[in-house]
T-cell receptor, first 114, second 114 residues
């Protein structure tokens, strides 16, 4: 089945540590996205990538980094510079060029900083 | 900028009751409109979408009509079930700077009691 996978589902980190969240898709989509979700809030865009080896900052990129070396993979690193990293992180993908560019989401990773 | 406003929750209904979740939007250009559903601890699933004025999106008994004159996209279902309990997000999508930018509402929690 085609879809988006994220791992791990739960992640715990000590303050001062970097941590990398995985996102893989087998939908052959060109574009991929990372969002952050906090309780009672909508989704906020961290980074997005439209093609391999290219990515752009979203609304809340500070303290995060990404790479896009392969079409199917878009890992997110939460660095120690991110002041409040505890949140639910969602990865999404979409096919460029379609009129609606509907985004499809993975199951999410819940990050807790201890 | 673009924005989406949803009615605040939680919305509590008895099984088989009629559901309406209001959503209004502000956008430049001609957005596509979406409803996503999120079950506890999971990612967002696309529920339905509409790409132009007067389009009606429908899925699993849910419906929403793109009303340009009132800038609204209200979600309705004639008879809710306990399994419909989830958080519902209204969203709009516009092409911005060569990519499809999605703006989400803050979500409305629906609780259906037997």
């Amino acid at each position: 089945d085609g879809g988006i996978t994220q791992s791990p589902k739960y992640l715990f980190r000590k303050e001062g540590q970097n941590v990398t969240l995985s996102c893989e898709q087998n939908l052959n989509h060109d574009a991929m996205y990372w969002y952050r979700q906090d309780p009672g809030q909508g989704l906020r865009l961290i980074y997005y990538s439209q093609i391999v080896n290219d990515f752009q900052k979203g609304d809340i990129a500070e303290g995060y980094s990404v790479s896009r070396e392969k079409k199917e993979s878009f890992p997110l690193t939460v660095t120690s510079a991110q002041k409040n990293p505890t949140a639910f992180y969602l990865c999404a993908s979409s096919q460029r060029g379609q009129s609606t560019d509907t985004q499809y989401f993975g199951p999410g990773t819940r990050l807790t900083v201890l | 900028g673009d924005s989406v406003t949803q009615m605040e929750g939680p919305v509590t209904l008895s099984e088989e009751a009629f559901l309406t979740i209001n959503c209004t939007y502000t956008a430049t250009g001609y957005p596509s409109l979406f409803w996503y559903v999120q079950y506890p601890g999971e990612g967002l699933q696309l529920l339905l979408k509409a790409t132009k004025a007067d389009d009606k999106g429908s899925n699993k008994g849910f419906e929403a009509t793109y009303r340009k004159e009132t800038t609204s996209f209200h979600l309705e279902k004639g008879s809710v079930q306990v399994s419909d309990s989830a958080v519902y997000f209204c969203a709009l999508s516009v092409r911005s700077g060569g990519y499809q930018k999605v703006t989400f509402g803050t979500g409305t929690k629906l609780q259906v009691i037997p």
